[in-house]
């Protein structure tokens, strides 16, 4: 990996004084624990069902090493938005608490030469603490590890920029759906079933919707900066009505698999259906404005669903 600072270090905003602190507190956004801590506590559960014992230190160190890629790809992100425009490219009144970008070059928190620092910080103390378990566990985990650092690189970084090319869904569903739970599942001593692999694939497609409302009030600045991501390439009406349509096939597949045998596990699932209604139904009420509340629904079915599979997997 390598972060190109053929830019020059980024002058201080006249309206912002540079803090590595505050630049730090927008990365590790605790919101974004989130993405990462339901799939691990899922695959967690689903060991758990099997083996009856979780270790606490390894699980400790697990999500420590999946925190700090995340805040490595958030400032590779940041970076790379700030790089090609589509930051700058937002107007404040498209701004909403989930989308817009951390903004800590646009708002003079932090200069370049600090992203790319704190990224080589967060991705290698990330590897260290990843070789560490997989030699105490098995060498596959520092693979799903490697695989998910790099994912999370390239979803922004050139040439490649997965997310500039109507990918970075995608890239999410495998690394939050079938990386993370599946890698957490084999942490704690689990075996890869089909129950798990479906398990995981529901909450790849709820969090890959995250990411797609997250980008509906973006829209116009990424299409000005080159983005093309699905919302810009459907248009945001299009794009609203297709995440209505996975929704359905989330809770369709947690249904069809209650309907086959399945109703502990997935019974947990539906757990989140009444919320991703009202998801629709708000994104579809903003369609011209920041969808503030569809954004807030869609990221509290990810999690109410998440914790209806845990609590399905452990009690049901």
């Known amino acids: ?9 980024l002058p201080i905003a006249e309206h912002g004084h540079r803090s590595i602190l505050r630049g730090l507190w927008r990365l590790a ?7 990462s801590l339901v799939p691990f506590c899922v695959g967690a559960a689903l060991a758990w069902r099997e083996t009856e014992r979780i270790d606490v230190r390894l699980a400790a160190a ?8 995340e805040v490595g790809k958030n400032a590779v992100n940041d970076l790379y938005d700030f790089r090609s425009g589509a930051d700058a490219a937002v107007r404040p009144e498209e701004r909403s608490p989930f989308s817009g970008g951390k903004r800590v070059l646009i708002d003079g928190l932090l200069t370049e030469r600090d992203l790319a620092a704190i990224a080589w910080i967060a991705f290698v103390a990330a590897g260290v603490i990843g070789v560490a378990i997989a030699l105490e566990r098995q060498p596959l985990l520092l693979l799903l590890g490697a695989a998910a650092a790099l994912v999370s690189v390239l979803y922004s970084m050139p040439p490649v920029h997965l997310s500039y090319r109507g990918l970075g869904e995608l890239a ?23 129950e798990s692999v479906d398990v995981s694939m529901i909450l790849g497609i709820l969090i890959a919707l995250v990411l797609l409302t997250n980008e509906l009030p973006d829209e116009r600045a990424d299409r000005v900066a080159g983005k093309r991501t ?16 996975l929704f359905a096939v989330a809770f369709a597949i947690a249904l069809a698999l209650v309907a086959l045998g399945g109703a502990g596990t997935f019974a947990g699932a539906l757990a989140g259906l009444p919320v991703a209604w009202i998801a629709v139904l708000l994104l579809r009420r ?10 807030t629904a869609t990221l509290i079915t990810y999690v109410v669903t998440g914790v209806g599979l845990a609590l399905g997997a452990l009690l049901l």
Do not use: C, N, W
């Not at 956004?29 to 993405?35: E, G, H, N, S, Y």
């Not at 697990?62 to 890629?69: I, N």
């Not at 999410?172 to 089909?194: E, H, N, Q």
């Open 1 to 9: 990996m390598r972060l190109s600072l053929t830019h020059s270090p």
């Open 172 to 194: 999410v569903f495998a690394v939050y759906g079938p990386g993370i739970v599946l890698g957490s599942l084999l942490l704690f001593g689990g075996r890869i079933t089909a």
């Open 286 to 295: 903003d369609l011209d404005r920041p969808p503030v509340a569809g954004q």
């Open 230 to 245: 699905l919302v810009v390439r459907m248009g945001r009406e299009l794009a609203t009505s297709f995440i209505g349509f």
């Open 29 to 35: 956004d605790p919101k974004i624990a989130l993405a």
């Open 62 to 69: 697990a999500f420590l090493a999946l925190f700090l890629v």
